[in-house]
């Protein structure tokens, strides 16, 4: 967007209202400084001059004027600038990027879904349905588009260890993975051959099982090896909004196996770009793992072809053009 000429600026509030206590008293002040010192938004390389970056305690509603757009990107934010800021409902937009229930009463999440002149954005046809559901309209749906020269094949599938499984591990109960840790457990009981690997932005529990290879915070550079050294990622959810990592493995060459959890569903489909199981139970686990720890070449042209219909749907260049079109429509429209 800043390469075609939009001026875009980044807002990292510190209030108490977006991010809770995390903030407070003189820690956190200083904490508060640190973030904008040492730039921790660089996991993005943003080059353009386009693009500021303000790490702030607050916005007044007179700041806001100075906006064309004013994008939420959590539940959170959009409280804050629907609530605090009071902005004008005819420049805000609600990036929905999850059913975000862990921090907030479902009753206020479901109002925040509920207006009726606000732009939502989302990145799934679940969320579509959730927010339609609770009253609002969805403007634009951008499936998350992968960076294709971040993620990439550059060990073929079929030159990869046969039995090797990857996880992203996440302590979050909606993320599903203490069943898959039984699931695993017990098949390392049965048989010791199978390789397991995870990554976390989450550094290992003390009682995690030893056998299973462990990454913390990996780059990207290092996540899309860690992602080509295995056949197979496995996505554990209840519930995701889009699932981003079943679809960097993807794009990555690893074949998906997931739950039916909404978002990933989007872009895996049963035996034609993955394999859904039909219910998250733990012989579910256990019992695809297993299977597909005895396949080798015969799945080699789905893991191919899996894939590149995958990284199609998920073009990035696609979604640029979609939004780009959209916000030009937005703001020709507000001007007129």
């Given at each position: 967007m800043a390469s075609v000429g939009w001026q875009i600026d980044f807002i990292y509030l510190t209030n108490r209202i977006v991010c809770y206590n995390r903030f407070s008293g003189l820690v956190g002040?200083?904490?508060?400084?640190?973030?904008?010192?040492?730039?921790?938004?660089?996991?993005?390389?943003?080059?353009?001059?386009?693009?500021?970056?303000y790490v702030i305690k607050s916005l007044k509603k007179r700041d806001i004027e100075n906006f064309n757009i004013v994008i939420c990107s959590s539940v959170e934010t959009f409280i804050y600038a629907n609530s605090s800021?009071?902005?004008?409902?005819?420049?805000?937009?609600?990036?929905?990027?999850?059913?975000?229930?862990w921090n907030i009463p479902e009753n206020i999440l479901n109002y925040t879904l509920s207006h009726k002149d606000v732009d939502y954005i989302t990145i799934s046809d679940d969320l579509v349905k959730k927010i339609t559901k609770m009253g609002g309209d969805v403007s634009l749906t951008l499936y998350n588009g992968i960076n294709k020269n971040d993620f990439f094949v550059n060990i073929p599938w079929n030159e990869r260890d046969r039995a090797s499984f990857l996880f992203l591990y996440h302590p979050s109960e909606r993320k599903g993975c203490d069943l898959l840790l039984r699931a695993i457990q017990k098949i390392h009981e049965v048989d010791s051959s199978i390789k397991f690997s995870c990554f976390s932005a989450?550094?290992?529990?003390?009682?995690?099982?030893?056998?299973?290879?462990?990454?913390?915070?990996?780059?990207?550079?290092?996540?899309?090896?860690?992602?080509?050294?295995?056949?197979?990622?496995?996505?554990?959810?209840?519930?995701?909004?889009?699932?981003?990592?079943?679809?960097?493995?993807?794009?990555?060459?690893?074949?998906?196996?997931?739950?039916?959890?909404?978002?990933?569903?989007?872009?895996?489909?049963?035996?034609?770009?993955g394999f859904v199981l039909k219910e998250?139970?733990?012989?579910?686990?256990?019992?695809?793992?297993?299977?597909?720890?005895?396949?080798?070449?015969?799945?080699?042209?789905?893991?191919?072809?899996?894939?590149?219909?995958?990284?199609?749907?998920?073009?990035?260049?696609?979604?640029?053009?979609?939004?780009?079109?959209?916000?030009?429509?937005?703001?020709?429209n507000k001007r007129n």
């Open positions: 002040k200083i904490k508060a400084k640190l973030f904008s010192l040492l730039k921790f938004y660089k996991w993005f390389d943003f080059t353009s001059s386009n693009i500021n970056h800021c009071r902005v004008n409902h005819k420049k805000l937009v609600y990036f929905v990027q999850d059913y975000e229930n989450y550094t290992k529990p003390e009682n995690f099982p030893s056998f299973i290879h462990y990454v913390y915070q990996p780059t990207v550079k290092q996540l899309n090896n860690l992602y080509n050294e295995n056949r197979y990622f496995i996505c554990s959810s209840i519930y995701e909004g889009f699932g981003l990592t079943a679809a960097e493995a993807s794009f990555s060459g690893a074949i998906v196996v997931t739950t039916r959890n909404g978002g990933v569903e989007q872009f895996i489909k049963n035996e034609v770009t998250r139970t733990l012989n579910s686990f256990m019992v695809a793992i297993m299977k597909l720890s005895q396949k080798d070449e015969e799945l080699n042209l789905f893991a191919i072809e899996s894939s590149k219909k995958v990284r199609i749907q998920l073009d990035l260049d696609i979604n640029f053009k979609k939004i780009d079109s959209y916000f030009k429509a937005r703001y020709n």
